[in-house]
Nanobody, 127 residues
């Protein structure tokens, strides 16, 4: 079992930056592929970014490509989402998710791919 806790959300002006962190406990992240998702009010949860166990494979939603960067620090059991050039449409609750997987290169882009979820952290981008 993995417990995930997000942090780093907040209020930022358009064009600004935030770095979200997802700290894991209960299981090493070395065996877990990770993803970030977000959910805006009245909308369905959507994929943002994913990273494989090894960190060697990453994938981004088109809406954040070139602005967001997912990374991981396995010794620290933490995954990050660096968000630059933020836009008002990035406003949402951001969730990290994990899946224990054997493959070092696998990553998932659907919420149903993941077994573990954090409680979410609010990101608000003002115009």
């Amino acid at each position: 079992q993995v417990q995930l806790v997000e942090s780093g959300g907040g209020l930022v002006q358009a064009g600004g930056s935030l770095r979200l962190s997802c700290a894991a406990s209960g299981r090493t992240l070395r065996t877990t592929a990770m993803g970030w998702f977000r959910q805006a009010p009245g909308k369905e949860r959507e994929f943002v970014a994913a990273i494989s166990r090894s960190g060697g494979s990453t994938y981004y939603a088109d809406s954040v490509k070139g602005r967001f960067t997912i990374s991981r620090d396995n010794p620290k059991n933490t995954v990050y989402l660096q968000m630059n050039s933020l836009k008002p449409e990035d406003t949402a609750v951001y969730y990290c998710a994990g899946k224990a997987i054997y493959s070092i290169s696998w990553f998932g882009v659907s919420s149903t791919d993941y077994d573990y979820w954090g409680q979410g952290t609010q990101v608000t981008v003002s115009s």
